[in-house]
């Protein structure tokens, strides 16, 4: 691993992601921007964002999507479709949940979500986002992390309720969402989908999961996590395949991951 030095004094990175092969990071400070690298990371634009960005995820290299607030908790999501030149903001009708996740499986399906059990889900490249509601004990969970798959009806999210870490999944495009057994208190921050059945989740005290089924059963990882990395706070999780992620903590650390077989 080598260091890049990204963005300037007073500015927080809060998501990371991949825009066709572009790398795009969104952070906050004075104002909210977004960087891009055509170089794997030896060099980096900027442009100026209409929103406090949390999260951002591209379908393209053309075109990305961020997630954040206008301000005062308001949900927000930005559209561009030229490389960040331009963006067009979508301001939606919730004041009250800020929106922390968003991801696009192709260029028509998506999921946002955020605060206040917040879950939106777009089948049109995000021209019209509509609510997905949670059940009623999970109307208030701060959602921090949600991805779909491409046929739309598949797709988790990963947060916290009452301070417990909770993961949902849905089959049926969000008509309906299960609560799965997460198998830890600690919140979980992150989730990397391989397929419908297999995926990655991370979150707080070191917590590294793993389901083979859809969710039926989540597993440690590796049972043999480094005792330095036991409460580390993971809140980032990428994976090429099944035997092939990696996990980032807020504390610096990368760690490569091995499921359970």
Do not use: K
């Not at 104002?31 to 442009?47: E, I, P, V, Y």
């Not at 919730?94 to 192709?106: G, M, Q, S, T, V």
């Not at 600690?186 to 991370?202: G, H, K, M, N, P």
């Amino acid at each position: 691993w080598s260091a890049r030095s990204l963005t300037p004094s007073g500015y927080a990175v809060t998501d990371v992601g991949a825009a066709g092969d572009d790398l795009v990071v969104v952070g906050s400070g004075s104002d909210s921007r977004l960087w891009r690298s055509t170089d794997g990371g030896s060099s980096w634009a900027n442009t100026l964002l209409p929103l406090i960005a949390y999260a951002v995820d591209g379908s393209s290299a053309e075109e990305a999507w961020v997630a954040g607030t206008h301000g005062a908790g308001a949900s927000a999501i930005a559209h561009t479709r030229d490389r960040g030149v331009t963006w067009e903001s979508q301001a939606l009708d919730r004041a009250d949940a800020e929106l922390r996740a968003i991801d696009f499986a192709d260029a028509r399906i998506g999921i946002a979500a955020g605060r206040a059990g917040l879950v939106l889900l777009t089948t049109d490249g995000g021209t019209t986002w509509t609510p997905s509601p949670l059940p009623l004990t999970h109307q208030g969970m701060y959602c921090l992390g949600a991805q779909v798959l491409a046929d739309g009806l598949s797709a988790f999210v990963v947060g916290v309720v009452d301070g417990i870490g909770t993961i949902l999944r849905t089959r049926d495009g969000g008509q309906s969402w299960q609560v799965l057994r997460a198998g830890t208190p600690q919140v979980i921050r992150a989730i990397a989908l391989v397929d419908a059945e297999q995926a990655y989740f991370a979150g707080d005290a070191g917590s590294l999961l793993f389901t083979f089924d859809g969710g039926e059963t989540i597993l440690p990882m590796d049972p043999r996590t480094p005792r330095d990395e036991a409460h580390a706070s993971y809140v980032a999780v990428t994976a090429r395949d099944a035997d092939r992620g990696w996990a980032v903590a807020s504390e610096g650390a990368i760690r490569r991951l091995t499921r359970v077989p």
